[in-house]
């Protein structure tokens, strides 16, 4: 019944260009209610054909994956994709936060602009530190153990 995981892991983030890094804005926040803070992250699928990438949202208090993506590669439109979902699935009312690791794909001009459009609040990690984004990751996690 236990899943071997493999100690092998790939870098998805590249965190280090040069669009703004916001901070923040969740750290000592309190979650209360759904659809108040949603996180975000990329993480690699291995296939027998290569490498896919999965984009996903998930709303921090249900944990329900809000929006997905599949791509075959770690570039932007996956993200978006991902974030349109997301708003046409949940249809967030009020003060939304979206939380996210600091890759370029999250700090993009292009995705930033869809999240101020709605007014919604932009929080990145500032450590660079995967406890800053535990619950993503843990989806993540999750997701490529029992695949």
Not at 31 to 36: D, E, G, H, V
Not at 61 to 82: F, M, N, P, Q, T
Not at 98 to 103: K, L, N, P, V, W
Request: with cysteine.
């Amino acid at each position: 019944m236990l899943i071997k995981r493999e100690k092998v892991s790939y870098k998805t983030t590249h965190s280090h260009h040069r669009f703004y890094k916001y901070n923040n804005l969740i750290k000592n926040m309190e979650i209360n209610a759904p659809n108040q803070v949603w996180v975000s992250d990329i993480t690699y699928i291995r296939t027998i054909k290569g490498f896919c990438y999965l984009a996903l949202i998930t709303d921090l208090y249900s944990r329900k994956i809000v929006g997905s993506d599949l791509s075959d590669s770690l570039e932007l439109s996956g993200c978006l994709r991902a974030l349109k979902m997301a708003l046409t699935k949940a249809k967030p009312k009020g003060n939304l936060v979206h939380h996210s690791d600091r890759g370029i794909q999250y700090c993009s001009n292009q995705y930033v602009k869809q999240l101020n459009k709605r007014n919604i609040r932009v929080s990145m990690t500032e450590e660079n530190h995967c406890y800053e984004n535990a619950v993503a990751e843990r989806v993540n996690g999750i997701l490529k153990g029992e695949f």
